[in-house]
Nanobody, 126 residues
Framework: QVQLVESGGGLVQAGGSLRLSCAASGRTSSSYAVGWFRQAPGKEREFVAAITWGGGYTYYADSVKGRFTISRDNAKNTVYLQMNSLKPEDTAVYYC???????????????????WGQGTQVTVSS
């Protein structure tokens, strides 16, 4: 199994940037895709971005496309989410998750992920 720990959240003004990190430990020798999800108070968890093991394929929610970039450094067992041009509606707890043997559009669905981090709070003030 893989253990995931998110970091990098915080308070930022609208228009600002943050970079979230998702550090993995444990079963990191096997290939796994990583997704970022977020959940705002009173709302359902929603897909943000995902990346395959080799980094060759990335997927984004329409709401963040062009503003967020997902990347990974497998040598460091870390996946990043660079968030630019942040908006108040990006305020949420952000979670990273890992899955094995999946690819493509199914990476947008939270139900296929096998391991989840504890989350990191992102607050964007107007």
């Amino acid at each position: 199994q893989v253990q995931l720990v998110e970091s990098g959240g915080g308070l930022v003004q609208a228009g600002g940037s943050l970079r979230l990190s998702c550090a993995a430990s444990g079963r990191t020798s096997s290939s796994y895709a990583v997704g970022w999800f977020r959940q705002a108070p009173g709302k359902e968890r929603e897909f943000v971005a995902a990346i395959t093991w080799g980094g060759g394929y990335t997927y984004y929610a329409d709401s963040v496309k062009g503003r967020f970039t997902i990347s990974r450094d497998n040598a460091k067992n870390t996946v990043y989410l660079q968030m630019n041009s942040l908006k108040p509606e990006d305020t949420a707890v952000y979670y990273c998750a890992a899955t094995w043997g999946r690819r493509g559009v199914e990476l947008r669905s939270g139900v296929i992920y096998d391991a989840w981090g504890q989350g990191t709070q992102v607050t964007v003030s107007s």
